[in-house]
Structures are given as C-alpha cells and as structure tokens.
C-alpha cells in the first residue's frame, strides 16, 4: 500500500504595510529590505518570526537593540526581506535598517541612534586575497634552509 504524504506549506504571511516606513540596511553582503509601522512589536523576517528565522540568542539581541534603545520595545511591527550573506550580516542589514526606517518615522529619534552608531553602515567586509600570499595578510611558511 502506498501513503500519499501531502507536504504543508506555510500560508503565505499577509500583513497590512499600508502606512508603513521603508529603508534599506546593508552589511557586508547581506542586504534588508525593512517596512516598519506602529503596532505590537511583532518582526517577521522573510515570511517568519524574527526567532524562528534567526536561532542565535545574539542575533536576537542585536535586532531588538535598537527598540530598547528608543524604549519603544512594543510599539512598531516590523516586515523585512533579507538576502545575501551569513546570519550575522543579515542581522547587522536588519538592524541598520529598522534604525533608518525609526528615523523616517520619528525624525527625534536621530540624535539617540546616531550616539549608539546604529544609523551607519558599518562598512567593513573581508580584505581580499592577494597574489603571492596564503590569504589577504598571511604568507607562505619560510624555511631559511
């Protein structure tokens, strides 16, 4: 006998973003796409929970960071898009972005996230490597003999 497994998909996630605030975070390759309106505090990150989509307890601290930083840990819903890069990168790109997309709502809140850098891209990335070395810096093992 044969069992038909039918496979559930998740429901397609549909919010209401209609007065929402826009902004784009980046961090090393990682880019977010952030809407941001007043509500409950909920975050979804591509379709899901912000704790579903990131396992990491630090990365979970980072994105509400800027939320406890304004005291307003409650007061917006956030949707975003991420892509490109690892899970630290995509939450550097998220929190840069709902940084920016605070500033468009409420243009008081500048001076408090630009004191805790948060409204900057943080503009490092991996050094390239360069010819005639094992890696960007390291050398090969020198033997004088």
């Known amino acids: 006998m044969e069992s038909v497994q039918t496979i559930s ?3 397609k996630l549909k919010l209401d973003f209609k007065d929402s605030k826009y902004a ?3 961090r090393k390759k990682s880019i977010a796409k952030v809407w941001i309106k007043k509500g409950s ?3 979804y990150v591509n ?3 912000f704790n579903e989509y990131f396992k990491s ?3 979970h601290l980072q994105i509400t960071r800027p939320f406890e930083i304004i005291k307003q840990s409650t007061d917006y819903d956030v949707r975003c898009s991420v892509s490109g890069g690892g899970p630290t990168g995509q939450a ?3 929190v840069h972005g709902i940084s ?3 500033v468009l709502f409420d243009e008081n809140l500048k001076a408090t996230l630009k004191t805790e850098k948060l409204t900057t891209r943080d503009s490092r990335a991996v050094e390239r490597k360069k010819p005639g ?3 960007a810096r390291r050398s090969f093992q020198f033997s004088k003999r």
């Open 41 to 43: 505090g909920k975050i």
């Open 57 to 59: 307890e630090f990365h």
């Open 47 to 49: 379709g899901k929970l």
């Open 92 to 94: 550097g790109a998220l």
């Open 24 to 26: 784009t975070g980046r």
């Open 100 to 102: 920016k997309a605070l």
């Open 9 to 11: 998909k998740s429901p």
């Open 133 to 135: 070395r094992r890696k």
